[in-house]
């Protein structure tokens, strides 16, 4: 065997071991990119969840959340401003879903489902207070 051949042989060896490590990195690259957007995912639910359990845990506040969406006139100046951060950070947490949903390329699926919970709450005049005094604080898009 001479020389040239065994040149051949290691450039074809050579070629075949970079297509099997860029093989490799792409399936590494897609595993990771699902590993973000599941992480995502799970952040936008978990933010949403904690926003909740405020409301289910503190009797109280479910109390102010209830009054404030039917009048929020009826409120106090410290419950209209446990209401209005209470407001703020459900939506708040609505828009990460949504900027996640864009920004990660997540599924649109679970932000399409919670857009007639956020609607729900910016029908009522509690919300409807809420979004003409503080809407500017969010996205144009959301």
Known sequence: M???AIGAIG???GALAVFLTLAYL???IRQNTRAVQAAANDSSVSNANAARQSMYENEQLAEIFLRAS???DSLDDVERLRFRLL?????MSQSNNFAQS?????????WEAQT???MR???SPGGQWFWKNYGMEFEAPF
């Open 26 to 28: 792409a399936i590494q």
């Open 116 to 118: 007639e919970v956020i």
């Open 102 to 110: 864009k920004i990660t390329d997540l599924s649109l699926g679970p």
């Open 11 to 13: 450039e074809i060896v």
């Open 70 to 72: 039917a009048d929020p």
């Open 87 to 91: 407001v703020h950070n459900l939506l």
């Open 121 to 123: 709450l910016l029908r």
């Open 2 to 4: 001479n020389w040239d």
